[in-house]
């Protein structure tokens, strides 16, 4: 496939973890035509996107991550591509599968997904002609790769976009959902363990329970307060711990990585096991193919044997 040049884009992300059912690629290197579709403008969710990555086989998708409110001048200019871009707006605060794929450390952040493979365009606001210039990109992108087909759809000009029919999350990950919503992260992380048991290689509910359990550990905590204490006392394991979630939840990797294997020398097994169970959270959060990852998965190896 070919890359827009980095110049321009931040380069490739991985979303194939957020598939479902991951259904069989197609032998083709792209998928020409038309597709019908109710809406150029839906609602993306970490339980659905598994068929937007197959629509991106046909149709080029633009993805935006905001935070409350989607951006009225995002959909007014893939509007006037007439129909090569879908675009898919997606609550970060609510889709922390999907936030942490697409790397977004801020918000609005806006990805393309072209056969299959999400590419990072740009993160905050850009003026509309920049953006037009990036979105131009993308289309030779798709062309070049052998989607090139157009969205039809029914809606009106001046009609509201369709509300999107999601597919129901298995009963404990709603569980776990709503739960989160109530700030209840105990009886989510209760219920991610119930649908790891039952199904061990159920990503989502692994990625789910990570993310919970960070948020658990970070509740009611003031991290002004985490990192003095952390400052204070740079031998106690548990204020190092608090300060490398607070990094991690940031999208620090590297520091948060950084500072528990520099203290891990010095513990006792004890504490070389609570620092070990917690890069192996971290690692799952970030993804197995950050380099990032890579790096302290190596320093890790090397202080433990």
């Known amino acids: ?54 629509l991106s086989r046909t149709i080029a998708v633009i993805v935006e991550l905001h935070a409350g409110e989607p ?12 129909g090569r871009f879908v675009l898919v707006t997606v609550d970060a605060r609510r889709n922390p599968q ?6 977004a450390v801020a918000v609005p952040t806006v990805a393309a997904v072209v056969g299959g ?11 509309e002609a920049d953006a037009k210039g990036v979105f131009d990109q993308v289309v030779t992108l798709a062309t070049q790769n052998g989607v090139t087909g157009k ?3 029914s809606e009106a000009k001046d009609e509201a976009p369709a ?19 109530r700030g209840d992260f105990a ?47 740079p031998g106690d394991l548990d204020a190092q711990l608090a300060v490398a979630d607070l990094d991690i939840s940031g999208g620090h990797v590297d520091d948060a990585c950084g500072r528990l294997l520099d203290l891990f020398p010095s513990l006792d097994q004890h504490g070389k096991d609570v620092i070990r169970t917690r ?24 202080l433990l044997y």
């Open 1 to 54: 496939m070919t890359d827009i040049p980095p110049t321009q884009l931040r380069g490739a992300v991985d979303l194939s973890s957020l598939l479902r059912d991951k259904p069989e690629r197609s032998t083709a290197s792209g998928t020409a035509g038309d597709s019908a579709i109710a809406s150029l403008v839906t609602e993306g969710t970490d339980a659905n996107f598994g068929q937007f990555l197959e």
């Open 71 to 82: 951006s009225a001048t995002l959909e007014r200019i893939i509007r006037a591509y007439e």
């Open 98 to 103: 999907l936030t942490q794929a697409f790397q």
């Open 117 to 127: 493979r999400p590419i990072a365009l740009y993160e905050g606001e850009l003026a």
């Open 151 to 153: 969205a039809t759809t």
């Open 163 to 181: 509300e999107p029919v999601e597919e129901p999350l298995p009963p404990h990950h709603q569980a776990a959902f709503d739960a989160i919503d």
């Open 187 to 233: 009886t989510a992380i209760a219920e991610y363990k119930t649908a790891i048991a039952q199904d061990p290689r159920d990503q989502l509910a692994v990625a789910g329970l990570v993310q919970v359990s960070l948020l658990h550990r970070l509740d009611g905590a003031v991290a002004d307060d985490i990192r003095a204490t952390a400052a204070a006392s």
């Open 279 to 302: 890069l192996l959270s971290y690692f799952d959060l970030t993804g197995s193919d950050d380099p990032r990852v890579a790096a302290a998965r190596r320093r890790l190896t090397s």
